[in-house]
C-alpha cells in the first residue's frame, strides 16, 4: 500500500502533459543482487521531490509531441549523494526540456546502494542504469527510437552513475545473454561527481564503497581513471563555485578524454553552485541550449 501511495505521488509531482507514461519496472522477473528489504525500509517522497528508499527501480518515459520526435532518447539519472533521488529539479523538469527538442527522456529510479537490500551495493545503481540502456535498446522499434542514439545524462552523484556506465559498459553486472550493446551513445555530465579520491564528495563516496574501501575500489570508481579511447562524446557543466562537489571533478574527466583523443565539450560557470538542474539563475547563459547544440552538431538530433 505504501508502495502504491507513493508511486501515485511519483506520477502526479513529475506530470507535466499527457506525454509521461507509468514507470516501468527494469526487472517484472525480479531484481537481481536484492535482499528482502526490512520493514523499516520504506519508499519515501518527501514535499522537496526527494525520493527514497528505492527498493523496485523503473524507468519513466517521457515522449515529444507527435510528429517532433527525431529518434535520439536518453536516460536521465537524478542526484542526491546517493542517498536519494532529486526527482523534479533534476528529473522530470529534465525530461520536458529534452522533449522539447525531439529527444524521448527516460527518468531513472534507481537503487540507492544499501547493505539492507544489497547482495553487493557497490554494483546496485550501475546495474540499474545498464539495464535502462538494455532495456530502451531492446524496445527501440516500439518507442521509435533509433538504438544508435541512446545516450544518458546524469546530475551530481547522478552524474558519477552516468559516468560510470560511459566508462564500464564492457564490464556488464547485469545478465546480458542477447549481448545487447551497453555502451551510451554519448555522455552529458552535470556538476558530476567524478572521482572518488582527494575531490571527491565524501558522501557519495560512502554510501556507494564504504568508509573503508580498499583502494582497487577506490580506483574502480574513480572515472577519471576510467577513460579509454572507446568512452563515447562527453558535454560537461560546472560551477566554479560548486562547494559540494568541486569543479576540478569535471576538469579531470575532461582532462581524460582529451588524453584519449574522445569529443567532448564542457561549460565553466564563474558561479552557481551546486544542484542548479536546469536553470543557472546567476547567468543569462543557458547550457541546455548549449547542450542542444553540441547534439545537433554531432548528428544526434537529425531524424
Known sequence: MKFTITFLMLISIMSFSFAQQKPIPLYPKGVPNSKKAPATYIEKLDQNSFLSGVTVPTITPYFPANGTANGAAVV???GGGYGGLSMVNEGSTIAEAFNKI???AFVLIYRL???DIMVDKTIGPLQDAQRAIQMIRQNA???NINPNKVGIIGFSAGGHLASTVITHF???VIENSANIN???DFGILLYPVISFGPQAHVGSRENLIGKNPSQELVDLYSNEKQVTANTPPTFLVHAEDDNVVPVQNSLMFYDALLQNKVKAE????????????LHNWTTKDMWFDRLTNW???NGWLKK
Open 76 to 78: 536521465i539519472c537524478p
Open 102 to 104: 525531439g529527444v524521448t
Open 113 to 115: 546502494p544499501s547493505d
Open 141 to 143: 522499434a516500439n518507442w
Open 170 to 172: 564492457d564490464k556488464p
Open 182 to 184: 551497453l555502451r551510451p
Open 266 to 277: 564542457i561549460h565553466i560557470y564563474q558561479a552557481g553552485g551546486h544542484g542548479f538542474g
Open 295 to 297: 547534439m545537433d552538431e
